[in-house]
């Protein structure tokens, strides 16, 4: 039974990117395999409006994947938790702030069984919010508009198109060699 | 509460009207014994069910239903069942043309039952639905074309993804080469 006792864990990250760029990364539940610590696969089953059906997998228990609710309140929070009445309650809540313009500050709350942290060493990242708010910090970064300036001498990016690629002032469109 | 999450390869107005064609229950239901619709109007229907899974019930519901999108049960008369209420959500599921069904389920079942026990034999009971509901859903026809045309509420369009950058390598003014990567500037020497 021991297992089955809530845990709940909380910390707060700075960034350097308005609230909608940290809204749009945490909402898009199906690249957290991008970037969460430890996630193996992640994928949006269905959505609406302020509401989605996602599946996570962790590493530290392949071919299990949780089923979550997730809820969406534009630029302000995320929340996804694990379905009602099913075993193992599993809660992250994301509570965007707009601190100055072009900054925001994110708080995250996990809630989990005991033993995630403690008994199964392959969670312990999962139930450490520092560690995925982290995570997130270096996800966001790709989004802001922090890059150095100059003659750009090689660029990759990622947006509508796909994998572009700019070396020499051309534009090369990449594919995935397997 | 339980709630489960059905993945059903059936276009949501086929799994709508496969949930709201109550008569036919006993057919596709695991443990429904008996339906009989005692009243019905445009998007309300009270019958009295029975079921058959752990101890036979004979139950009083009454079905609201938003078309395609949510029906909605909550028990008007039961012997042995202190409350017995719940939802199904109905929602298209990403890419492809199937349906994603969330339902919702509580059952008080009174002192005798512990709660955790209960709650588990109705996940399981759900789970079985589920997969009835989705080998049944496939015996039943296409939507006619101009049934399926009609705009189905509640849908999102997908957001134009936003831009970002993965690499990047400049030249500044002063002849430096930095290296951005993962949010860092590092200067090449």
């Known amino acids: ?178 | 509460m339980v709630k489960v999450v059905n993945q059903i390869d059936s276009v949501r107005s086929v799994v709508f009207g496969v949930l709201t064609d109550f008569d036919k229950y006993p057919s596709w239901v695991p443990g429904c014994e008996k339906v009989i619709v005692t009243s019905r109007n445009e998007n309300v229907t009270n019958l009295d069910i029975t079921l058959n899974s752990m101890k036979k019930l004979t139950l009083s519901l009454k079905f609201e239903c938003e078309p395609d999108v949510l029906i909605k049960f909550e028990m008007t008369a039961a012997a042995d069942v202190k409350a017995y209420f719940g939802s199904y959500r109905l929602m298209n599921s990403e890419g492809n043309n199937g349906t994603v069904l969330v339902t919702e389920l509580e059952l008080d079942a009174g002192p005798m039952a512990p709660k955790f026990m209960v709650d588990r034999i109705l996940k399981k009971s759900l789970d079985e639905s589920g997969k009835a509901l989705q080998k049944y859903a496939k015996t039943r026809p296409a939507p006619a074309p101009d049934a399926a045309a009609e705009p189905e509420p509640a849908v999102v369009s997908k957001k134009p993804k936003r831009s970002r950058c993965l690499l990047r390598v400049v030249k500044t003014d002063s002849g430096e080469e930095q290296v951005w990567y993962g949010g860092k500037t590092f200067a090449v020497r």
Request: with cysteine.
């Open chain 1, 1 to 178: 039974m021991i297992g089955r006792i809530p845990l709940s864990r909380k910390a707060t990250i700075s960034l350097q990117c308005e609230a909608a760029v940290a809204y749009d990364v945490l909402s898009d539940y199906g690249t957290y395999v991008d970037w969460m610590p430890l996630v193996q696969t992640s994928s949006v089953l269905a959505r609406e409006t302020n509401f989605a059906i996602a599946e996570i997998e962790f590493n530290a228990k392949p071919a299990h994947k949780f089923t979550l609710e997730c809820i969406h309140a534009p630029t302000q929070m995320v929340l996804a938790r694990s379905l009602s009445g099913h075993a193992f309650h599993l809660k992250m809540e994301w509570r965007i702030k707009t601190t100055a313009p072009g900054e925001c500050q994110v708080t995250l709350t996990v809630e989990g069984p005991l033993f995630f942290s403690v008994l199964l060493g392959g969670y312990a990242k999962f139930m450490s919010p520092m560690a995925t708010l982290r995570a997130l910090k270096s996800q966001v970064a790709t989004f802001a508009s922090t890059l150095p300036s100059g003659e750009v001498l090689l660029e990759i990016t990622d947006g509508e198109e796909g994998l572009m690629c700019t070396y020499k002032g051309k534009k090369y469109k990449m594919e995935p060699v397997i």
